[in-house]
T-cell receptor, first 114, second 117 residues
Framework: SAVISQKPSRDICQRGTSLTIQCQVDSQVTMMFWYRQQPGQSLTLIATANQGSEATYESGFVIDKFPISRPNLTFSTLTVSNMSPEDSSIYLC???????????FGPGTRLTVL | AQTVTQSQPEMSVQEAETVTLSCTYDTSESDYYLFWYKQPPSRQMILVIRQEAYKQQNATENRFSVNFQKAAKSFSLKISDSQLGDAAMYFCAYRSAFWGGADGLTFGKGTHLIIQP
């Protein structure tokens, strides 16, 4: 498995502001991913973050709203920009363990936008 | 695009009994991975079991086993000797195994498993 940490674990923010979520993996990984889990819902992929290249966004998600950085093979950040109450969700980071083609998840960040 | 369907929003089972959670998927790909993840109230996503589509043998992990029917595109999870700690949301997920295919996971809507003491 992989040990993945996220900061912050939760936050309450005002609309119109931005929040950056950090994700740290205990070993080098090729691919990292960001997912959103809206209240009572399943997980939806926001984007794939590969080191050294631009993130690849899924339909319905855009870079201006969810800019992502991947400066090295163990770290990534997701920014939720110009937040509105509809952005209130759990945001989860995951990393792909290449040897098993399996994704492991961080503990998530619970975001509430007022 | 691939889709994953979990038709049971909620299941309840007595402690020590066996329960089966259903999952079906739709894909035109021949090689892929299927997963079951567990999400307790702590919201941490925990891998339960993994199946490679090209392997006919069903995966097992201790009390957890799957019934993988590739032709029927079915991937059910059986939990034997249910324990109180098994109570959680269970998500079925799909990932392409093709180079250049979708790298992320496609999830079903989840099944809420309740364990009755």
């Amino acid at each position: 498995s992989a040990v993945i940490s996220q900061k912050p674990s939760r936050d309450i923010c005002q609309r119109g502001t931005s929040l950056t979520i950090q994700c740290q993996v205990d070993s080098q990984v090729t691919m990292m991913f960001w997912y959103r889990q809206q209240p009572g819902q399943s997980l939806t992929l926001i984007a794939t973050a590969n080191q050294g290249s631009e993130a690849t966004y899924e339909s319905g998600f855009v870079i201006d709203k969810f800019p992502i950085s991947r400066p090295n093979l163990t770290f990534s950040t997701l920014t939720v920009s110009n937040m509105s109450p509809e952005d209130s969700s759990i945001y989860l980071c995951s990393a792909l363990r290449d040897s098993t083609d399996t994704q492991y998840f961080g503990p998530g960040t619970r975001l509430t936008v007022l | 695009a691939q889709t994953v369907t979990q038709s049971q929003p909620e299941m309840s089972v007595q402690e020590a009994e066996t329960v089966t959670l259903s999952c079906t998927y739709d894909t035109s790909e021949s090689d892929y991975y299927l997963f079951w993840y567990k999400q307790p109230p702590s919201r941490q996503m925990i891998l339960v079991i993994r199946q490679e589509a090209y392997k006919q043998q069903n995966a097992t992990e201790n009390r957890f086993s799957v019934n993988f029917q590739k032709a029927a595109k079915s991937f059910s999870l059986k939990i034997s000797d249910s324990q109180l700690g098994d109570a959680a949301m269970y998500f079925c997920a799909y990932r392409s195994a093709f180079w250049g295919g979708a790298d992320g996971l496609t999830f079903g809507k989840g099944t809420h498993l309740i364990i009755q003491p």
